[in-house]
């Protein structure tokens, strides 16, 4: 089992900044890639941004390429948003995944965090 707490939502003005949090606890070891999704009312969920977990190769939703940075800290269990530029489209709840990978083409899953709410308006 892995347990996954985000923090860092909140309400901010179009253009400005916020960075999400995200603690991994539990049986981290099975971790493999980390990454952000988020959730618009009425829409899918869609991937904002994964990030690989030795050599933190990088994945970016095309709508925040050069506004958000995703960043890992092994030692600490954490992967991180930062989140520049933030426009109203960026309005969403914002979920942390850690998925387990692979195992031949199987694929072992993945753990969820409860989600953090963001609203970007003036």
């Known amino acids: 089992q892995v347990q996954l707490v985000e923090s860092g939502g909140g309400l901010v003005r179009p253009g400005g900044s916020l960075r999400l949090s995200c603690v991994a606890s539990?049986?981290?070891?099975?971790?493999?890639?980390m990454g952000w999704y988020r959730q618009a009312p009425g829409k899918q969920r869609e991937l904002v941004a994964t990030?690989?977990?030795?050599?933190?190769?990088?994945n970016y939703n095309d709508s925040v390429k050069g506004r958000f940075t995703i960043s890992r800290d092994n030692a600490k269990d954490t992967v991180s948003l930062l989140m520049n530029s933030l426009k109203p489209e960026d309005t969403a709840v914002y979920y942390c995944?850690?998925?387990?990978?692979?195992?031949?083409?199987?694929?072992?899953?993945?753990?969820w965090g409860q989600g953090t709410q963001v609203t970007v308006s003036s």
């Open positions: 995944n850690a998925d387990l990978g692979y195992r031949d083409t199987v694929h072992l899953g993945a753990y």
């Open positions: 539990g049986n981290i070891r099975l971790i493999n890639t």
């Open positions: 990030i690989t977990p030795s050599r933190n190769i990088t």
